[in-house]
């Protein structure tokens, strides 16, 4: 794409009201690829194509250990790994931190989602030129105008959120870039019912109810953030409870339609209907399970699934969210690869140009942009912090031998700056402590005296200012021998 029309098409979508019109209208008129003549292939790798649902982490990191091993920058076994997506023309991809409920051990809740985030980190450092974490609607175009691939990590199943913790770890992931979060897989939780209505303990004992509180109060605070609630695998009556508190739009990352299978995991049409008016989306997963009756599915049962959304909620709320590497495909999806054989049957069943590229990304986009014009704090990144930083002691996801280790961070701030001791936090694993703080060496620090459990963990350095904003540096590390 011009670099021109790149940044055109950016102006436009944060300046417009109808910002996703727009863009369209003006690649269709300025970019040869997007006639209607256009090959299928040229409409395909002409689009933005963004994937609301990959499950790839949880096979880069080694099942005992969860330290990163294997690199999707080389060609792999796997649906998703650099080479297929470029080769697939898939631009972007929620990846998730997956984890089902390590009943009663929020320590393991928490390091587990911490393993698959920073294993997307780590896929990022070993691939700074091909992949690049992007949280935000303008880092995603940005990321992609480099002629990278926008990694946008999520969370699916919020297990590791708890009444003691919640709120401060929420945060914690926003600095992590995590930008959605779907509450439960299946089983119930602090945060509400899963759709299996049980809880995930051994006896699998029944749940009731839907939203809980604290459910209510995360999604709220993820209002603010500006982070998705993810309403994908939750049961219907938790759905029906986020939609009365949101004031943010919602996704389906990755669900199918009930009314052509009958699925715990698909969406009603009453569900549907509110979808498109909250101003979200679905997702069309591509699970065989979730499309069909039959013993295997196709790109057409996709593409039906699709087909249904879109005559029932209309063409600017359906997406597609592959659930690649999380489960079955259809027997003409081998992986990544075959993304643009999606794109050839929306061809061949009369969608427009523009249509078809609201479907494999510009409604994503869109709900993006939606979901951070809601929110009420700004990330970090838009802020100007050159007055005071905070350097951490160790790399994102450093290996440290101490279970009860010293967390420390240097702090660089001008001269002229009064820092109070009072001003600084150390936050772990959601749990907040008043930091020590060395104005002659400059440095903030911890000494954690109980032994942390389990092998991943997160720290936030904080230090508040006078004009009540904070300044915060957060790391994942890895506790040797836990």
């Keep these: 794409m011009p670099i021109t029309l790149f940044w055109m098409i950016v102006a436009l979508f944060f300046h417009s009201p109808n910002s996703v019109p727009a863009i369209e209208n003006l690649v269709s008129t300025l970019n040869p690829a997007i006639h209607q003549e256009a090959t299928v292939d040229d409409i395909h790798f002409s689009s933005i194509v963004i994937d609301s649902h990959v499950d790839t ?15 999707i920058g080389e060609e792999t076994s796997l649906h998703i790994d650099i080479p297929k997506m470029n080769e697939g023309g898939l631009n972007a991809a929620f990846f998730a931190a997956y984890t089902t409920d390590y009943y009663g051990n929020n320590a393991r809740n928490v390091s587990r989602t911490l393993a698959l985030i920073n294993a997307l980190h780590w896929t990022e450092k070993n691939n700074p030129d091909e992949i690049q974490i992007s949280s935000t609607t303008h880092e995603i175009l940005n990321t992609v105008h480099q002629g990278k691939i926008a990694a946008i990590p999520t969370i699916e199943g919020g297990y590791s959120l708890e009444e003691h913790n919640a709120i401060e770890l929420l945060h914690q992931y926003h600095d992590l870039g995590v930008k959605a979060i779907g509450f439960n897989w299946n089983y119930s939780n602090a945060l509400g019912e899963g759709a299996n209505r049980v809880y995930g303990d051994p006896e699998k004992t029944p749940s009731q109810g839907g939203l809980t509180d604290l459910g209510a109060a995360v999604s709220k605070e993820m209002n603010k953030l500006g982070m998705i609630i993810d309403v994908s695998h939750m049961s219907e009556n938790t759905f029906w409870d986020v939609m009365e508190v ?75 969210g592959s659930d690649f590497d999380g489960s079955d495909m259809p027997i003409d999806i081998n992986d990544a690869t075959d993304l643009h054989k999606i794109t050839d049957e929306l061809v061949h069943r009369g969608y427009t140009n523009g249509d078809i590229q609201k479907l494999l990304g510009n409604n994503t986009l869109r709900l993006l942009n939606d979901v951070e014009e809601a929110a009420e704090i700004l990330p970090d990144s838009s802020r100007d912090w050159e007055h005071i930083k905070i350097n951490p002691s160790f790399e994102m996801g450093e290996i440290i031998d101490s279970s009860t280790p010293l967390l420390t961070a240097d702090i660089d701030a001008e001269a002229d700056l009064k820092i109070e001791d009072s001003s600084f936090r150390v936050i772990v694993d959601g749990i907040a402590y008043d930091a020590d703080y060395d104005s002659e060496a400059s440095t903030i620090s911890k000494q954690l005296s109980e032994p942390l459990q389990e092998k991943y963990h997160v720290v936030t350095f904080e230090a508040s200012m006078d004009d009540n904003e904070t300044i915060r540096e957060t790391r994942i590390f890895y506790i040797n021998g836990n």
């Design 246 to 320: 949101t004031e943010a739009p919602v996704m389906a990352t990755h669900s199918a339609v009930n009314k052509l299978k009958n699925h715990q995991r698909n969406l009603t049409d009453e569900q549907l209907r509110a979808l498109a008016e909250n101003g979200g989306v679905i997702g069309i997963v591509f699970y065989p399970l979730f499309l069909t009756d039959e013993p295997e599915a196709y790109v057409t049962d996709v593409v039906d699934h699709i087909d249904y959304a879109v005559n029932l909620i209309g063409i600017n709320h359906v997406a597609i």
């Design 57 to 71: 982490m949880m096979h880069v990191i080694n099942e005992e250990t969860w330290l990163p091993e294997i690199d």
